[in-house]
């Protein structure tokens, strides 16, 4: 697989997959100099893989900033107001109960010693 760094325009993406004989690796940022198209629209061009690079991250810094300015302007935030994840979906992927069961089997008492287990 290859992968040509930031093509700028429509034309050179249909160029990449004809010109090289191995399978093309497209990657997408949003702001980024490569026009963003769909993932069709890429698999059509000749693209095997597409990656969204920093997707998620831009949307998740939107989200901060909005709920950021939605406190400063309101005073307050909470679930109902839409635009947050519930905390029970943040728990769930954080995959709470798995670090809670890993601090109960690797805690240690004040003194730094581990704590003792129980056995049944």
Known sequence: MTFLEAPRSL??????????????MLNMVVGGKTPI???????????????YANAALQGATKGMQVARMTLRERGSRDEAQAMTATFAERQRLVDKPKFDAL?????????GAPAQRRTR
């Open 37 to 51: 198209i769909a993932r069709a629209a890429a698999a059509e061009m000749g693209f095997s893989l597409v990656l």
């Open 103 to 111: 601090g109960r089997r690797y805690a240690t008492t004040q003194s």
């Open 11 to 24: 034309e050179e993406l249909k160029k990449i997959p004809k010109l090289l004989g191995a399978p093309q």
